[in-house]
């Protein structure tokens, strides 16, 4: 089974130019509408961590199965001896928790009498719409992994086989090595994956059970996948604190959801006191999930404005900032063993090379959630801002670049891809790294190249790879028990 030892983190690491002008061209693109797909809301672009990949990439929408083949990827001389890819599951059912929140939303607007809903009154036809639209989802759905999510995965399979063909070989099949977190999104996920390359093999053919294909089925590693869960010192500041997400409440009460909060309730033609911004905030989610899993475009969506939307991305991205990025330092030092690991799999393969040994596990794939990548990109100095995201600057931040749907939708994906290069002029130059963030070359933070040697990116995150111990960053402080008094 794959596994991880820890490390320990110290500072993070500033963006650079280039990687803000990466991430404006990535957004300028993703706000492009396609023509080609009716379904699509105007609102796509602002729906946070429930975006669809293809609103990331947009040509996809047309050709779901054409790689789009980064310009800045190395070849000729350089040739990829391994991959290793840390990968959202693909589009999932709500939670049961949101559908019981939705079905409460419903019970408000049926609650309205007959006279609520007149044809005259604006809004009207809309709320009476929406207490007949049917809810479409059950408890046991439960953040299920969607026949759709299943589809981003083979997809996704085929595109990055098209990529790195050598990799991805007939021969090496036997030699995938796959690792998922516990949840069943995302053993699915890895299941779906193998089985769209397995089609690719073996076209016409229907896949067999995972468990009878030469890798095997995914392994499962929570203490890598699901680091969080095993962090004390993350569960007892954040996740069970309170206190910890004083922002995202803070924002809940503030001027721009009120504002917000009022439009709805006068378009859905409700008291405002029973709505609140949980309420409103799993309406908005509704009109993405009716979107990425049924591919309608709901009468939820009509509820909202484009200010509307941009309000209540902030809202989810106040959440994630401050949960999974850089609200609190124990949110990415927590990621550090599997930051680690990834490397201990890329010094093996250059080891393997060095010794003109073949490399065992030329493609690595661990399958997770937005909450296993977003700390990771924090981790390594992504997608930081210049000032915090808080309740109070929501007009500063309209252009951060902190927006959680842009890094990671469904099925979002970080790749490092370790190439040999065999006219180096130095041995240092023989081995080169490059990262892609969503099939796009992610530029690297410490040098604003498309590309790294692989020992300076190591020297670059040495602190973590060498430094970082996950048992000791995520140990509690010692409570002092002894009196100071006299």
């Not at 492009?32 to 379904?39: H, N, S, T, V, Y």
């Not at 006191?273 to 009716?290: E, K």
């Amino acid at each position: 089974m794959l596994c991880a030892r820890g490390c320990r983190l110290r500072a993070s690491v500033a963006p650079t130019a280039a990687l803000a002008a990466a991430l404006l061209s990535t957004l300028a693109r993703c706000s492009l509408r396609e023509p080609k797909d009716p379904a699509a809301s105007a609102l796509s672009p602002y729906f946070g961590t429930k975006t669809r990949y293809e609103d990331v990439n947009p040509g996809l929408l047309l050709e779901p199965e054409t790689p789009r083949r980064d310009p800045a990827l190395l070849e000729g001389t350089c040739t990829p001896v391994q991959l290793v890819a840390l990968i959202r599951h693909g589009t999932r059912y709500p939670t049961a928790k949101q559908i019981r929140k939705l079905r409460q939303l419903q019970g408000v607007l049926q609650a309205r009498g007959p006279e609520d809903g007149r044809p005259g009154v604006a809004g009207g036809g809309l709320s009476a719409a929406l207490a007949d639209w049917p809810l479409g989802y059950a408890d046991w759905m439960d953040g299920q992994l969607v026949e759709k999510g299943r589809q981003d995965m083979r997809q996704l399979a085929r595109r990055l086989a098209s990529l790195f063909p050598a990799l991805f070989s007939r021969e090496n099949y036997g030699r995938l090595r796959l690792v998922t977190s516990s949840k069943h999104r995302c053993v699915d996920s890895g299941a779906a994956f193998l089985q769209g390359l397995w089609q690719l093999y073996h076209p016409g053919r229907a896949p067999p059970d995972v468990a009878d294909m030469e890798c095997g089925p995914p392994r499962i590693n929570d203490q890598l996948m699901r680091f969080f869960d095993h962090c004390e010192k993350f569960l007892t500041e954040v996740e069970r604190n309170a206190t910890a997400l004083y922002h995202v409440e803070a924002f809940k009460t503030g001027p721009e959801m009120q504002k917000t909060l009022k439009k709805v309730a006068a378009t859905l033609q409700v008291p405002v006191n029973d709505l609140n911004a949980d309420l409103i905030q799993v309406a908005f989610f509704t009109c993405s999930f009716d979107l990425a899993i049924k591919g309608v475009k709901s009468p939820w969506c009509d509820v909202f404005d484009i200010d509307d939307a941009k309000v209540l991305e902030y809202l989810n991205d106040l959440k994630q900032y401050w949960k999974r990025g850089y609200g609190y330092t124990i949110n990415s030092r927590s990621s550090c063993s599997l930051f680690q690991d990834i490397f201990q799999h890329l010094d093996k393969a250059v080891e393997q090379k060095q010794r003109s040994q073949p490399v065992s596990s030329p493609v690595i794939l661990q399958f997770g959630h937005a909450e296993t990548l977003l700390p990771l990109l924090s981790l390594m100095g992504y997608f930081k801002d210049k000032e915090p995201l808080t309740a109070y600057n929501y007009e500063k931040q309209m252009h951060r670049k902190f927006r959680s749907g842009q890094i990671v939708p469904y099925a979002s994906n970080l790749i490092f891809v370790l190439y040999h290069c065999e006219n180096a002029k130095t041995p240092e130059e023989k081995f080169q790294v490059q990262m892609l963030l969503n099939e796009k070359v992610l530029p690297l933070a410490h040098s604003q190249e498309t590309v790294s040697l692989y020992e300076d990116l190591k020297n670059h995150y040495k602190d973590i790879l060498h430094s970082c111990q996950t048992s000791e960053e995520c140990k509690l402080p010692k409570v002092n028990t002894t009196s100071d008094e006299l």
